[in-house]
């Protein structure tokens, strides 16, 4: 490739607000936008992702899963059957048309779980047909109400997904743990350095059990995760638990009381208020009022934690197996408790008729004495405890609080810490769920029909190019590994007005051709030092400059990854570069 010829041209600057890795691709010419999370992969990004499919089909191969092409365009029916048709057009996540000769409708659709369930319900007849993987790697498209960052969350991205179907959980587990160890042979072959498996929640997908591999960014990481050093626990905040300091609890007492507190609506103001007392939060109970949509059904429930702690919407989510849940409208709150937003509390409350249940985290076990909301404006109770006529003892407590860094580990203890991340994979334990809504059964030995157990497993293929370059960048531009670079080497002759320079350049550039390099040319007329810059954004691993000392014989190699620079002859300059590659 000779960059005379090559389209687009690099850029000086990126647009405004684009920064990290979006704004190199852009400036590099690897990418260009042609509305917000639409993108044209450009002849150098075109080239990396290519690299990047190529590895994951490589290893895809290796563990004999078998490679398929799903159709993006789906009927209505298929969705019907899991009855997410209804739940992705709530959400606004898919595309739909209707056939205007038969009025069937299509949907555009951002996930395969549908079809190629319906294809194994097709295909496998017998135990002796299974276990069996499919994987495909082709384009989704998602309706994103708010795409940004670049390849990180568009409309429409490149996707590898892969699908497993076995006899039993057992067997199901098993490619999961498969998965796992295909996942970090291909995060580490294209040059991620920092990557991570961590507990998730499984969202839309649904299921029993997933990990999502998050790539360390603390400059556009988006996922929070929670991790343990001492015993490499790690879970994304969503799914995050741990254990959390607990003070002494006195003795209960008998008989609570209500107490004035006018304009005292937050923790932080009530200890204030009750400092003399010796009142902390983590001896208060707060209530948060929340509105619950489950299929076509809203109502209200609440949520009781310890005052020190924040609750985590997604586990509440999970406990209720509901599609949506979110903080209450003031309005709301006040109709529920009957006080203003503040004063919100357990007692009474489900007796008011206007909550349908209260939900108690963990946190609030054990707990006697405690100060919470007493349901009217300005007033607060004390020495509150489980087991009264107005708060009897709840028959179970939750998992619901939003973890954080300085909360001890749930499997070991130590303290754990915060960072952030990229998610590029997801692989979920999917359970029986599709396989019995879509009659994906099999004969077992007996000859009975048994459901089939799924996973699936899904990397982004486009966010994983930008993900890469996230991590491997500097103040000069994109740092390439050299198993994705869309070239190898760039020569560069310093002055191209040189003729000396220039024909040593060019035989160069015909020899690493000739012998499979992949290999640029910079030709252009232009100062070395713009060629030298331009080298340095692109990202090419290995930089071979010709200058002054062509006439000599020499030329200089340059690695773009640490910067070291030495001078070799040229006449030997492919096999010192194959010496290179062996190290």
């Known amino acids: 490739m000779r960059i005379s010829k090559l389209i687009p041209k690099t850029r000086r600057q990126a647009a405004e607000g684009l920064s990290g890795a979006h704004a190199l691709l852009v400036r590099a010419g690897y990418i260009r936008q042609v509305e917000r999370g639409l993108f044209v992969l450009a002849p150098l990004g075109f080239r990396v992702w290519r690299k990047l499919q190529d590895i994951i089909f490589a290893e895809m191969e290796r563990d004999g899963v078998l490679n398929v092409n799903l159709p993006i365009i789906q009927p209505k029916e298929l969705w019907d ?18 056939n205007p000769n038969t009025g069937r409708e299509f949907g555009l659709a951002p996930t395969a779980e549908e079809v190629v369930t319906w294809l194994a319900a097709l295909e496998v007849q017998s135990y002796q047909d299974l276990p069996v993987i499919f994987h495909q790697i082709g384009w989704k498209f998602r309706a994103e109400t708010r795409p940004h960052g670049g390849l990180l969350r568009g409309v429409e991205f490149d996707m590898s997904d892969a699908y497993s179907f076995d006899v039993d959980e057992a067997g199901m587990r098993k490619s999961f743990e498969l998965f ?3 996942y970090t042979r291909i995060f580490s072959r294209v040059g991620l350095r920092r990557c991570i498996a961590v507990q998730a929640d499984s969202g839309a997908i649904g299921g029993k059990g997933s990990a999502e591999f998050m790539a360390i960014s603390e400059e556009v990481g988006e996922d929070v995760l929670i991790t343990c050093a001492a015993c490499n626990y790690g879970a994304n905040l969503e799914r995050a638990t741990s254990r959390y300091p ?15 507190t006018p304009g005292t609506r937050t923790v932080v103001e009530l200890e204030g208020l009750f400092k003399a007392e010796g009142i902390t939060a983590d001896r208060m109970v707060k209530t948060i009022v929340l509105t619950v949509t489950k299929g076509a059904e809203t109502y209200n429930v609440a949520v009781c934690i310890r005052g020190d702690l924040e609750i985590n919407l997604v586990k509440v989510r999970n406990a209720l197996g509901a599609d949506e849940v979110a903080a209450a409208e003031a309005e709301t709150v006040r109709e529920v408790t009957g006080a203003e937003v503040g004063f919100a509390g357990p007692l009474g409350l489900v007796e008011h008729g206007q909550v349908r249940d209260i939900l108690f985290d963990q946190s609030t076990q054990g707990m006697t004495n405690f100060l919470c909301g007493l349901n009217e404006t300005d007033y607060h109770a004390l020495d509150v405890n489980f087991g009264s006529d107005e708060l009897p003892v709840p028959t179970s407590f939750h998992d619901l609080h939003q973890t954080k860094a300085g909360h001890q580990c749930p499997e070991c203890e130590a303290k754990l810490t915060e960072s952030h991340g990229i998610e590029v994979g997801h692989i979920f334990m999917l359970q029986t769920g599709y396989a019995q809504k879509m009659g994906a059964q099999f004969r077992d030995a007996g000859g009975k029909m048994q459901d089939i157990w799924m996973g699936c ?3 982004g293929v486009t966010r994983l190019l930008q993900t ?3 991590q491997s960048r500097d103040k000069d531009g994109i740092i390439w590994p050299e198993s994705i670079a869309p070239y190898q080497v760039i020569i560069v002759p310093v002055n191209a007005a040189d003729t000396v320079q220039m024909n040593a350049a060019k035989a160069l550039y015909r020899n690493f051709q000739e012998n499979g390099v992949q290999v640029m040319l910079d030709d252009r007329d232009l100062r070395g030092g713009q060629k030298f810059a331009d080298a340095d954004l692109l990202g090419i691993p290995l930089r071979i400059t010709v200058g002054r000392k062509a006439s000599e014989g020499v030329v200089e190699f340059r690695r773009r990854s640490d910067g070291t620079v030495e001078e070799v002859p040229t006449s030997e300059a492919h096999m010192h570069y194959l010496g290179l590659l062996a190290k």
Request: hydrophobic share 25%; net charge positive; aromatic share 10%.
């Open 81 to 98: 059957k899991t009855g997410r048709w209804d739940r992705y057009q709530a959400s606004k996540t898919m595309l739909t048309t209707r």
């Open 180 to 182: 796992r160890t295909l």
């Open 246 to 260: 607990r003070p002494e609890y006195s003795v209960p007492k008998v008989g609570r009381r209500g107490e004035h």
């Open 457 to 459: 497993y899904g990397i």
């Open 468 to 470: 890469v370059v996230e």
